[in-house]
Structure formats: structure tokens, C-alpha cells
Nanobody
Framework: VQLQASGGGLVQTGGSLRLSCAASGRTFSNYAMAWFRQAPGKEREFVAGISWSGGRTYYADSVKGRFTISRDNAKSTVYLQMNSLKPEDTAVYYC???????????????????WGQGTLVTVSS
């Protein structure tokens, strides 16, 4: 599976963006998916995750109530709707996929074996 993230850009504080992650391959619908982010000088951190069916979602405390993860298995795409953006949301955002079907630790980067190339989100104050 190859993952292609898009939708990043420059937005003002309080604005919104929607990130997309398009997957190639026939087994996308079997994968749990997640978004991580990495700000300059910081470690990569979990943002949100979604099970293969969309029935389970997880969010980092810092984005709960502002971000929404969703997926469209017919389009092999996972989305991250980001509202009420803050300067501290500035980072490169990566999508990731877990092919194991167990998804035992959704917030851990090591859970995921497929990664997209990242898309930059910059929130100006």
C-alpha cells in the first residue's frame, strides 16, 4: 500500500483545513489508519486514529473536539478535518496504516507499517 497525503497549507488561527490521505492497493479497507504530526524540533506524535470499519476512533487530548478523522473505503481515502486551528497545530502531518488487523496500540507510531510522505500545516497567529 502506498499512502499520499495532501491538503496542507497556511491558515490563520481559528481557521480550518481538511487533510486527505489516498491509498493505493486493494486492501485499504482492512487497515486501521491514523494521522501523526511532527513539529520542528519535536518528536512525532499521535493525532487521531480510525479502525478499518470507522467504528472506533481515537484522538489526542490536544485535538479532541476540534479534529475529526473519517474514512471512505470506497475511495480508499482517510480524512482529517481540522477546525479551530491553533499555532501549536503547526507541523508536518503524516498518515499511517496498520495492516496487522489487531490495532492493539492505536496511539503508538510503531503500530503502523505504512506511512505517507507528509503534508505541512502552518497556522499563523
Amino acid at each position: 500500500v502506498q499512502l499520499q497525503a495532501s491538503g496542507g497549507g497556511l491558515v490563520q488561527t481559528g481557521g480550518s483545513l481538511r487533510l486527505s490521505c489516498a491509498a493505493s492497493g486493494r486492501t485499504f479497507s482492512n487497515y486501521a489508519m491514523a494521522w501523526f504530526r511532527q513539529a520542528p524540533g519535536k518528536e512525532r506524535e499521535f493525532v487521531a486514529g480510525i479502525s478499518w470499519s470507522g467504528g472506533r476512533t481515537y484522538y489526542a487530548d490536544s485535538v479532541k473536539g476540534r479534529f475529526t478523522i473519517s474514512r471512505d473505503n470506497a475511495k480508499s481515502t482517510v480524512y482529517l478535518q481540522m477546525n479551530s486551528l491553533k499555532p501549536e497545530d503547526t507541523a508536518v502531518y503524516y498518515c499511517a496504516g496498520d495492516s496487522s488487523a489487531s490495532w492493539t496500540t492505536p496511539t503508538r507510531a510503531g503500530t503502523y507499517d505504512y506511512w505517507g510522505q507528509g503534508t505541512l500545516v502552518t497556522v499563523s497567529s
